[in-house]
């Protein structure tokens, strides 16, 4: 499911902080997939 929501995320049909903030539980694993994409500017609030 992480993964089927970093590609949504990257295709721009969702947004990252909607996402996790309704799924808290597959943000690592969103996370670790737009990096290995090389996306990790998508990646709201990561400082």
Same mark, same amino acid.
């Given at each position: 499911?992480?993964?089927?929501?970093?590609?949504?995320?990257?295709?721009?049909?969702? !947004?990252?902080?909607?996402?996790?903030?309704? @799924?808290? %539980? +597959?943000?690592? =694993?969103? !996370?670790?997939?737009?990096?290995?994409?090389? @996306?990790? %500017? +998508?990646?709201? =609030?990561?400082?």
């Amino acid at each position: 499911m992480a993964i089927y929501m970093g590609m949504r995320i990257m295709e721009e049909a969702l !947004d990252y902080e909607y996402v996790v903030t309704r @799924r808290p %539980d +597959l943000k690592a =694993g969103i !996370d670790d997939y737009l990096m290995s994409k090389g @996306r990790d %500017d +998508l990646i709201n =609030g990561s400082a």
